[in-house]
Structures are given as structure tokens and as C-alpha cells.
T-cell receptor
Framework: GAVVSQHPSRVICKSGTSVKIECRSL??????MFWYRQFPKQSLMLMAT?????????EQGVEKDKFLINHASLTLSTLTVTSAHPEDSSFYIC????????????FGPGTRLTVL | QKEVEQNSGPLSVPEGAIASLNCTYS??????FFWYRQYSGKSPELIMF????GDKEDGRFTAQLNKASQYVSLLIRDSQPSDSATYLC??????????FGKGTTLSVSS
């Protein structure tokens, strides 16, 4: 149980285009999902916290107009990188919280974005 | 600022040895403690969580928590080359986002 999927797993796009990444909790309902970014050989950086039916909470330094997050249901959150630029190339990972006493987070497999 | 500290390593151990990974955290209000394993180019995978003082064992893995010392550790017994990865310590309070350490790289040589 506690499986989280992400789609696509890899995307290459031209500078200036927008890219949408989906994160789904497959076998549990996740009221909270998180979006992280990880550059090579660096630690995970939390970008935003997404709660179903409400606006996402962005971490300091993360542009909310550039990284649009929609948490439309208890099993789906999307991250759209708008007008992507080469510096946005990174490994984007979502996680979903299973709730309960420990609030365990389960990670999706990640999406590797390359902006040319 | 809430922080989680880990030695970046690399920690090198021979196959079959015990690997000991350590983590300290600054927020005394932390309630849940997690260890994730991350292979290069992959996303983190949950290994264990612990929220009570003491030890928690799961197969070859043992998590140890000492809230008074604000210290959590992960022991890996009978280390295998496949255990070579980066191990992330994470803590949180209920309803808040996980705070991750930068990870410790473990290398198990055969």
C-alpha cells in the first residue's frame, strides 16, 4: 500500500513552454501533498505544501506564479512549471501524506525536467 | 530556524558490518522521525519511522530515538552493497511538512 505515482517520469521541453506534472496517491487519500525540487548532488528542497481544495502554501523564494499547484481531489495534485527556463531543469518529486498519528509521507518516483 | 543535521559522509563500511547513521534535530517539539533511503537519480523511499523513545527494529534496520538528546539514529546490520545510497533523516510535528537533513552517503564495499 501507500503508492504514489508521478507522470511524466521525464520531460524535455523548449525554453518558454509550460510543463504539467501529475502526482497521484493510488491506494490512499491524501489531504496533503508536497512538492520538492532536487538539483544534482543537493538535498531535497520543499517548494510548496498542497491541501485539497485550498490554495497551496509556497516556501520562501518559490514563485507561486511560476509554479502553479492545483490539488483538485484527495488523490491528485498537479504542478505546472510555466514559461520554463533552463535554470528550472531539475528533479521534481511529490509526496503524499497518509495521515494518522505519524503523518507519514510517501514519495512519488519523481519527474526529471530538462529545459533546453 | 528548525534544522536537521546529518554528517554528509561518505560513510564506508565493509559488507557484513554494521552501519550507523546519525541525525540531530533542533526543534524539541518534533514528534515524528523518519529515515528515507535515496538511490542516485531516484526519489526517496521510506525505510522506517519512529515516534517513541527507544529502539524500533525492522529486519536489518533499527531506528533509535532519544528525545532528551534530540538525536535519532539508524543502524543497518549485515550491510550489503545494495544498501549503498544516501540516507535522509526527516522530522516533523503533526500536520506540518517534514524537515529533511542533507543526507548521509553510505558506501558498502564487497
Amino acid at each position: 500500500g501507500a503508492v504514489v505515482s508521478q507522470h511524466p517520469s521525464r520531460v524535455i521541453c523548449k525554453s518558454g513552454t509550460s510543463v504539467k506534472i501529475e502526482c497521484r496517491s493510488l491506494d490512499f487519500q491524501a489531504t496533503t501533498m508536497f512538492w520538492y525540487r532536487q538539483f544534482p548532488k543537493q538535498s531535497l528542497m520543499l517548494m510548496a505544501t498542497s491541501n485539497e481544495g485550498s490554495k497551496a502554501t509556497y516556501e520562501q523564494g518559490v514563485e507561486k506564479d511560476k509554479f502553479l499547484i492545483n490539488h483538485a481531489s484527495l488523490t491528485l495534485s498537479t504542478l505546472t512549471v510555466t514559461s520554463a527556463h533552463p535554470e528550472d531543469s531539475s528533479f521534481y518529486i511529490c509526496s503524499a501524506e497518509s495521515g494518522g498519528a505519524t503523518d507519514t509521507q510517501y514519495f512519488g518516483p519523481g519527474t526529471r525536467l530538462t529545459v533546453l | 530556524q528548525k534544522e536537521v543535521e546529518q554528517n554528509s559522509g561518505p560513510l564506508s563500511v565493509p559488507e557484513g558490518a554494521i552501519a550507523s547513521l546519525n541525525c540531530t534535530y533542533s526543534d524539541r517539539g518534533s514528534q515524528s522521525f523518519f529515515w528515507y533511503r535515496q538511490y542516485s537519480g531516484k526519489s526517496p523511499e521510506l525505510i522506517m519511522f519512529i515516534y517513541s523513545n527507544g529502539d524500533k527494529e525492522d529486519g536489518r534496520f533499527t531506528a533509535q530515538l532519544n528525545k532528551a538528546s534530540q538525536y535519532v539514529s539508524l543502524l543497518i546490520r549485515d550491510s550489503q552493497p545494495s544498501d549503498s545510497a544516501t540516507y535522509l533523516c526527516a522530522v516533523n510535528q503533526a500536520g506540518t511538512a517534514l524537515i529533511f537533513g542533507k543526507g548521509t552517503t553510505l558506501s558498502v564495499s564487497s
